[in-house]
């Protein structure tokens, strides 16, 4: 039976890590974006006031990189929870 401890400090953990780089790379992407476009990034992309290549850009530039934090985030607590634990959290232990 899987350590519900464990699972519970690690689905806390995880969560608390992925919300943290979440916000983190929302705030550099609006900054990078006003860097780069000179005007706030659209926020409702879609809203028929902002241009469909503007909405899209946006929205891939915005879910790769929000996803790809949030996955470092939670590879970089799960290296954590190895060297704390000794093992890997219930929910990434391979069968």
């Known amino acids: 039976m899987a350590d519900s401890g464990g699972s519970k400090l690690w689905t806390v953990f995880s969560l608390v890590s992925a919300l943290g780089a979440a916000a983190l790379a929302k705030k550099a992407l609006d900054t990078g974006w006003k ?3 000179g005007k706030h990034p659209p926020a409702n992309p879609a809203d ?7 909405a899209v850009a946006w929205a891939v530039v915005s879910g790769t990189f929000i996803a790809l934090a949030r996955m470092l985030a939670q ?5 954590y929870f190895l060297k ?9 232990q391979k069968d």
Do not use: I, K, Y
């Not at 028929?48 to 503007?54: C, F, I, L, R, T």
């Not at 590879?75 to 290296?79: D, F, I, P, Q």
């Open 48 to 54: 028929p006031d902002v241009q469909m290549a503007e």
């Open 75 to 79: 590879r970089r607590a799960a290296n």
């Open 84 to 92: 704390s634990a000794g093992h890997l959290p219930p929910q990434l």
């Open 35 to 37: 860097a780069a476009t």
